[in-house]
T-cell receptor
């Protein structure tokens, strides 16, 4: 079965600084990879997804992620964070067999002024 | 276009009580899902329905039942609530092999 690890439980970043969130997955074949964001008290919103093709994926809100098969990673980046980026971020993986999502435990991002 | 809606938004139950969480989607998706979210554990799949008329267990199905009422609606039932079922519950829908769209969640407390 597939699994996802997000090594960082909590990250604090200054407004305007860059942000990188780590995600490692375990799955034998090529996975479908997703990043979701959850603002406090809200549901989850898709930031970006990777199915195939170009390994650098652009998403909404200025986020991007890079799929690295050799490292089993799908790290999320943003060059300059805004206070509104404070939220919890979830990496998820699905298989081509049944498309069920397995989520990481999440990374909480705090943005300081 | 409301997307995925869930009712109720909040619920408090006593141990042993039963309740049904409702979910509806208006995107004509074939697949629907129920997750629970607990601190530090991400979202865990309870049950899913790949298409109308089918349901399957996910990672944590014990203590829950589901009904895919029609293509739009997918309900989650707790027959005898336990404190361990205190959680935030999310419904989602998707087309197979595409992103899942999530509802706003139901915050359930079992005393």
């Amino acid at each position: 079965a597939q699994s996802v690890t997000q090594p960082d439980i909590h990250i604090t970043v200054s407004e305007g600084a860059s942000l990188e969130l780590r995600c490692n997955y375990s799955y034998g074949a090529t996975p479908y990879l997703f990043w979701y964001v959850q603002s406090p008290g809200q549901g989850l919103q898709l930031l970006l997804k990777y199915f195939s093709g170009d390994t650098l994926v652009q998403g909404i809100k200025g986020f991007e992620a890079e799929f690295k098969r050799s490292q089993s990673s799908f790290n999320l980046r943003k060059p300059s964070v805004h206070w509104s980026d404070a939220a919890e971020y979830f990496c998820a993986v699905a298989t081509s067999n049944d498309y069920k999502l397995s989520f990481g435990a999440g990374t909480t991002v705090t943005v300081r002024a | 276009n409301a997307g995925v809606t869930q009712t109720p938004k909040f619920q408090v139950l006593k141990t042993g009580q039963s309740m049904t969480l409702q979910c509806a989607q208006d995107m004509n998706h074939n697949s629907m899902y129920w997750y629970r979210q607990d601190p530090g554990m991400g979202l865990r799949l309870i049950y899913y329905s790949a298409s109308e008329g089918t349901t399957d267990k996910g990672e944590v199905p014990n203590g829950y039942n589901v009904s895919r009422l029609n293509k739009r609606e997918f309900s989650l039932r707790l027959e005898s609530a336990a404190p361990s079922q205190t959680s935030v519950y999310f419904c989602a829908s998707s087309e197979v092999s595409d992103e899942q769209f999530f509802g706003p969640g139901t915050r359930l407390t079992v005393l």
